[in-house]
């Protein structure tokens, strides 16, 4: 008797998704700063918004903790999340003497410095982000008290009345929906058309790359999955981004116990992609999983190629990693399929 043949899928998946240069980049100052100065390395707050990533670091020896005062004076280094942190964290670390790596991605710094020049213009600064999101957090920490005033929506906007409207100036969380960002950026410019804008885009490039991807794969898909953590802000805009740009539903999930088995059926068009702190291995469990059950027509929806690397600091660069260390930092490596190898 002939195997009963699987009923056809087709998964568009998307290209850029997953890592970004700066996650990347986070992941393995942790790494290396565990094999130069061995275990505990202790990081203040998630790494990045990742529990497969927390885990396998903690797995390594990393000790993860909210502040600074849960870490003994033990000599230990202590890792600064992607996501950047106050002044006042490193000027704690640095009056007790502690060694410390600062993890911020690079772009994340960069709108710090944009933050930073309005306020040395003499603007007040306009962040448009999320209340409570550590990058946000870690922003309005590097202005004076009253320097900054939070934007989260154009309802915002029309309730701000600021002290003179002749000195703004703006900056975003890099991780926004760029077409929600868009629609508040125009609501401020209508309101206040002096208010300057920073000197270079502030949402990332990788946060745009995998938007546009999402938006090229999204049209008359049934499903849309995005891989990432519920607490990613990126992984969350993600979602929006693929049901405005015509799925009939976008899910955001962390892997395959997340996925609606029950509801796939053949014929249907899935669109999947991942937020920039997601690790392939997870988005590869996914598709095997899928690919056990269907016959799985894979289209790669590519929009961008991404060769950016920001290098770590020189105080560990040349630590050496395993293999296997490159696998964990990059999220497992890929061959030409987009498949991991």
Do not use: W
Request: net charge negative.
């Amino acid at each position: 008797m002939e195997p009963a043949l699987k009923p056809a899928l087709t998964i568009r998946l998307c290209e850029p998704r997953g890592f970004c240069a700066g996650v990347d980049r986070a992941i393995q100052i942790v790494v290396l700063a565990l094999k130069k100065y061995g275990a505990p390395v202790y990081v203040r707050h998630e790494i990045v918004h990742n529990k497969y990533v927390v885990e396998g670091l903690r797995g390594m020896g990393a000790v993860f903790v909210k502040e600074l005062d849960a870490i003994p004076d033990d000599g230990q280094p202590v890792v600064f999340s992607a996501h950047g942190v106050p002044k006042s964290i490193p000027a704690e670390a640095e009056r007790r003497e502690m060694l410390y790596l600062d993890a911020t991605c690079p772009l994340v710094s960069k709108v710090h410095k944009q933050a930073m020049r309005h306020v040395r213009l003499g603007r007040q600064v306009l962040l448009i982000g999320h209340r409570g999101h550590p990058e946000v957090v870690g922003t309005m920490g590097q202005l004076p008290e009253g320097a900054v005033q939070l934007i989260e929506t154009e309802e915002d906007v029309e309730a701000f009345q600021p002290a003179d409207p002749e000195a703004l100036g703006y900056v975003t969380q890099t991780t926004l929906s760029v077409d929600d960002t868009a629609g508040i950026v125009a609501a401020l410019e209508r309101k206040f058309p002096s208010m300057q804008a920073p000197s270079s885009e502030s949402i990332c490039y990788a946060t745009t790359n995998r938007q546009d991807a999402v938006k090229a794969a999204a049209p008359d898909t049934d499903l849309f999955l995005i891989v990432g953590a519920p607490n990613s802000s990126n992984s969350r805009r993600l979602v929006e981004v693929a049901e405005r740009a015509g799925s009939a539903r976008g899910l955001l999930v962390q892997g395959m116990q997340d996925v609606p088995m029950d509801e796939l059926q053949g014929g249907m068009v899935l669109g999947m992609s991942a937020g920039a702190s997601a690790p392939e291995v997870l988005t590869d469990g996914i598709l095997d999983a899928l690919r056990a059950q269907f016959e799985v027509r894979l289209e790669l929806v590519q929009t961008a190629i991404e060769d950016e690397n920001f290098p770590v600091m020189r105080s560990i660069r040349d630590v050496p990693l395993t293999a296997e260390d490159m696998a964990f930092v990059n999220g497992v490596p890929r061959r030409g399929d987009g498949r991991a190898a």
